[in-house]
């Protein structure tokens, strides 16, 4: 693996920072996290797509491939929990 790859921690801090700064990137985070881990996979891997074509840094694209694993996902629905949620 030659490929660069930035720490766990970082990309985790790195999405919780945009979603703290744009409401729209939170609510799409939260939708993403209210799904099943088909539905997820399939709206991130679009979602990546059409910011890769829109140009969007890197940084950001990385961040969002993040809620591809299942622990960050679990951690990061801790912070953000779905408003239909029982939690």
């Known amino acids: 693996m030659n490929e660069k790859s930035i720490p766990a921690d970082e990309v985790f801090v790195n999405l919780i920072r945009v979603a703290g700064e744009d409401e729209k990137i939170g609510n ?11 539905g997820r996979m399939s709206l991130i891997n679009s979602f990546i797509q059409e910011m890769a074509l829109k140009g ?6 990385k961040a969002i491939a993040a809620l591809r694993d299942p622990l960050l996902v679990e951690k990061i629905r801790e912070l953000f929990p779905h408003p239909d949620s029982t939690v």
């Open 28 to 38: 799409f985070i939260r939708a993403v996290l209210a799904m099943d881990a088909f």
């Open 56 to 61: 969007a840094p890197p940084e950001f694209i």
